[in-house]
């Protein structure tokens, strides 16, 4: 663990990124200012709505682009949709917890606000997309819709169901972008590749021939292909259509949910002008890139890894602007294995949202891609206890702490209690994927479920039993019980080498250990190698125990 990241239990909550909002928004100003270009001309006619999803930002997003470039009139939408609030698939849990709908309410204010700042506004509206969209389209003879494509199948289901409505509306001859006649004369849903550092159709193979081991895919990719630029816009996107009520950026008490008190840890704070100050921040102004890879893997602090993750996640912070950053840093600082790394954490993200594209369904399901069989247990108080941080387990305890009060854990963390909660308690692996998308603040489908995968050997990794010893990774990674100390006060008194180890002086252990046990005399660590895991859209490197 680096020096910048020692704290002790007392610390108060660290926002992140560590700057007010004046600094943030003279940061995302001078960033726009940036990637504008007075060069791009508009040839479009009429209305065109960019409805907003998973791309929350202004910066490098071409639905946006597109909706300009083709329009008279630029109408931006979102749709807070009631299914985003419901439950989890198998085991009923929030779909999203107060922590990321918080973030979200965040990245929509600071959308909103961005929007204004370029001439236009940001529509929001209650409701599924298939309804409220081609409302919409009629009333305002809107030519086509504009979003980014999404992959995996609750989202693919309702860009279907937005096709087919918008499909049934039928537009004034005078609405249509083109002069010319039209046997279907419909608003058209034109879906657009925008999550991924590498674009899609730049690969050298085609999703379903996807290589199934990540290092033939990295390698193969970085031999063959290059990383698009970000898209530049005009200083300027209005005019909006006229409009009377915009709507207002929910409140959390719209969806039944109570405000979060992040009494300690790290708070993030939502939005594209948080991202950007974020990137400024960790790259420029505290110059941590340079050492990245040496802090990646500790628990406690801002500054031990990027915290990129819950922008990249809600869309507000684009990947191919931070490879751009990162190209910038290397030139006029320095170029080193740290900066390499953030690209191939990356290559990392994309390589689970291609797999998604790949594999479809079956990434949520108990046997995973390769549908392995196995005998899970779905105990609800052993789940319970760990989910609880009740496991008497100290580092497994705190991550879980964490995580319930931040939406966030160190990519370690995540290993280690997914390790802990399928290999060492033999719980469904699919328990854990769920409850991490109640929790995270960078939850998305791709990066989650792919990696519970792996970890729970159902992934299309050949290399099925990854387990993380628990004695080995807190001398490793947590030496003075730092990091459970600090989420874990009642252990402050124990001495550095007793805090991960406290025997009778913490919580009864609920289950025994698989491998080896907490004693530090008697470490009988037979930890197989462990391929190292994106939890969340955040990566570490090949082998790990």
């Known amino acids: 663990m680096s020096s910048s990241s020692k704290s002790q239990p007392s610390a108060p909550v660290y926002k992140v990124p560590g700057l007010d909002p004046e600094e943030m928004d003279r940061v995302a100003d001078q ?212 409009i009377g009520d915009w709507g207002c950026v929910p409140s959390l008490d719209q969806f039944g949910l109570q405000s979060p008190n992040v009494s300690k840890g790290m708070k993030f704070v939502g939005g594209e002008s948080a991202a950007l100050g974020r990137v400024n921040e960790y790259f420029w102004k505290k110059d941590l890139l340079r050492i990245y890879k040496h802090t990646r893997n500790g628990m406690l602090g801002p500054d031990y890894s990027t915290k990129f993750s819950p922008w990249l996640a809600s869309g507000s912070l684009s990947p191919r602007f931070i490879d751009e950053e990162v190209k910038r840093y290397e030139k006029e600082r320095q170029a080193n294995d740290s900066t390499y790394w953030v690209s191939f954490e990356l290559i990392w993200r994309d390589y689970f949202r291609f797999l998604s594209a790949k594999y479809g369904n079956s990434l949520f399901h108990l046997g995973g891609p390769r549908n392995v069989e196995h005998r899970w247990s779905q105990d609800k108080i052993l789940f319970e206890s760990w989910r609880d941080g009740r496991t008497g387990y100290p580092l497994i305890d705190a991550n879980m702490k964490e995580l319930s009060t931040t939406g966030f854990m160190s990519n370690r963390g995540r290993q280690i209690v997914c390790s802990f909660l399928v290999r060492d308690m033999g719980i469904d692996w699919r328990m854990g994927a769920e409850w991490f998308e109640t929790c995270l603040l960078d939850y998305d489908p791709c990066s989650n479920y792919g990696n519970w995968t792996y970890g729970a050997g159902v992934g299309n990794d050949p290399r099925e039993d990854r387990y993380f010893s628990i004695p080995k990774q807190a001398r490793t990674y947590d030496p003075e019980g730092e990091y459970v100390v600090y989420w874990l006060p009642q252990l402050e008194s124990l001495t550095k080498e007793e805090r991960n180890f406290p025997g009778r002086a913490y919580m009864k252990q609920v289950v025994p250990l698989k491998f080896g046990n907490t004693s530090r005399h008697q470490n009988q660590d037979k930890a197989l190698a462990a391929r190292g895991t994106n939890f969340g859209g955040r990566q570490t490197k090949g082998q790990r125990r």
């Open 31 to 242: 960033t726009f200012q940036r990637y504008s270009s007075s060069s791009v001309k508009r040839n479009g006619k009429g209305v065109a709505v960019v409805w907003f999803r998973n791309d929350l930002r202004v910066l490098d997003n071409e639905a946006l682009y597109k909706a300009w470039i083709s329009s008279q009139e630029v109408l931006a939408v979102y749709c807070v949709d009631p299914r985003l609030f419901g439950s989890t698939h198998y085991f009923g849990f929030p779909k999203t917890g107060a922590l990321r709908a918080q973030f979200l309410i965040e990245c929509l204010a600071d959308l909103k606000k961005n929007l204004m700042k370029r001439g236009l506004n940001l529509l929001i509206q209650h409701g599924k997309p298939e309804e409220i969209l081609p409302s919409l389209a009629k009333v305002f003879g809107v030519h086509t819709v504009y979003a980014q494509k999404e992959t995996c199948s609750e989202e693919l289901n309702v860009e279907r169901l937005v096709r087919k409505g918008l499909q049934r509306v039928v537009l004034p001859s005078s609405s249509a972008q083109s002069s010319g006649p039209s046997s279907t004369n419909n608003p058209k849903l034109q879906l657009l590749w925008g999550t991924t550092m590498y674009h899609i159709d730049d690969l050298p193979f085609n999703t379903l021939s996807l290589p199934d081991v990540y290092t033939q895919f990295r390698k193969s990719i970085e031999a063959k292909c290059t990383v698009r630029g970000c898209i530049k816009l005009p200083a300027s996107l209005g005019p909006p259509p006229s």
